[in-house]
């Protein structure tokens, strides 16, 4: 979602509606789509010269925070990805505990449970 709000304003219409004035003001010029019109609500919000509205100001704002956030938590390519994602973790202590406690688990039913079946007689072993 957060991709295609970048895309197009009207995708996100909390945005659209905040910066429907500074729409009809700043980028009345320029087609909709292809985030065109949201390429110039972020280019007037970094212009000290244009002034936005307060409430799309905050808004735009938010959603380029939650842009670069997302950029930032993107999901684990590989094992390695993943592995460092663990190690950097402030609870990484708590998920190699359950790491531990699974194993451990798995460990102690295979323990337990292993001769399920009908056990062999040592002459039919030895044939």
Same mark, same amino acid.
């Given at each position: #979602?957060?991709? *295609?709000? $970048?895309?197009? @304003?009207?995708?996100?219409?909390?945005?659209?509606?905040? /910066?429907?004035?500074?729409?009809?003001?700043?980028?009345?010029?320029?087609?909709?789509?292809?985030? +065109?019109?949201?390429? /110039?609500?972020?280019?007037?919000?970094?212009?000290?010269?244009?002034? %936005?509205?307060? *409430?799309?100001?905050? +808004?735009?704002?938010?959603? @380029?925070? #939650?842009?670069?956030?997302?950029?930032? =938590?993107?999901?684990?390519?590989?094992?390695?990805?993943?592995?460092?994602? =663990? #190690?950097? &973790?402030? &609870? $990484?202590?708590?998920? %190699?505990? #359950? @790491?531990?406690?699974? =194993? &451990?688990?798995?460990?102690?039913?295979?323990? %337990? /449970?292993?001769? @399920?079946?009908? +056990?062999?007689?040592? *002459?039919? $072993?030895?044939?």
């Amino acid at each position: #979602m957060l991709k *295609e709000s $970048k895309a197009d @304003i009207f995708v996100d219409p909390v945005l659209h509606t905040a /910066c429907a004035l500074d729409l009809k003001h700043h980028c009345a010029a320029i087609n909709p789509g292809r985030g +065109r019109q949201m390429s /110039c609500l972020m280019e007037a919000l970094q212009d000290k010269q244009v002034r %936005l509205q307060p *409430e799309c100001k905050g +808004r735009l704002q938010d959603r @380029i925070d #939650m842009w670069s956030y997302a950029a930032k =938590v993107a999901p684990a390519e590989g094992f390695s990805d993943l592995a460092l994602q =663990v #190690m950097t &973790s402030p &609870s $990484k202590s708590y998920i %190699l505990f #359950m @790491i531990a406690l699974a =194993v &451990s688990i798995l460990f102690l039913v295979g323990l %337990l /449970c292993g001769r @399920i079946t009908k +056990r062999v007689t040592r *002459e039919l $072993k030895d044939r």
